[in-house]
């Protein structure tokens, strides 16, 4: 048993200093989160999320199931999907309300187009996931808050954006 012991113990060894331990993998790391903040406005989709999240978990919680662990599960989804698509949307929202020159074409854009995307996306998970039982009704929630969402935040950033 000694000689398995030592094999274990060299090839440990071998292993540890084949791992690299610099600050690289770190430093990758705030690459990625550098660059897809770009893309991604983590800060609203964590605030979005957490929001749409609570409706969801209330929503299965209190009208539908009673059961905490399946509502819970249900609002943890929500805030994943809010998270990564709110935050992709509201950047898009941002990107578009900044590039257009006319500021009424580019304030209608930058409402319409994330808002419709998000309906959209929304609608089609519940339908294509079937764990919906009804679609429409799963994506009034997102009919009636993305609109004016999209809408007040095009008009703060546009009006971080504008000159003097």
């Known amino acids: 048993m000694q000689d398995l012991d030592d094999l274990t113990n060299t090839a440990m060894k071998e292993a540890e200093t084949q791992v690299p331990t610099t600050p690289e993998h770190v430093g990758l790391i705030r690459r990625f989160l550098r660059r897809s903040n770009d893309y991604i406005n983590y800060k609203v989709g964590a605030i979005t999320g957490a929001g749409m999240g609570a409706i969801v978990f209330g929503i ?5 199931a ?3 662990a399946e509502s819970a599960l249900a609002g943890m989804k929500q805030y994943g999907y ?3 698509m709110g935050g992709l949307f509201t950047r ?20 319409t187009v994330p ?14 996931l079937k764990k919906s039982p009804e679609p429409f009704l799963s994506t009034m929630p997102t009919i009636v808050i993305a ?18």
């Open 60 to 64: 299965n919680y209190y009208m539908k």
């Open 66 to 68: 009673h059961e905490l």
């Open 82 to 84: 809010t998270f990564l």
């Open 92 to 111: 898009l929202c941002e990107y578009l309300g900044e590039r257009i020159e006319n500021r009424t074409i580019a304030r209608t854009v930058a409402v």
């Open 115 to 128: 808002s419709v995307l998000t309906i959209t996306a929304t609608y089609l998970v519940h339908l294509l």
């Open 147 to 164: 609109p004016p969402a999209f809408a007040y935040w095009n008009y703060r950033t546009m009006r971080n954006a504008a000159p003097g």
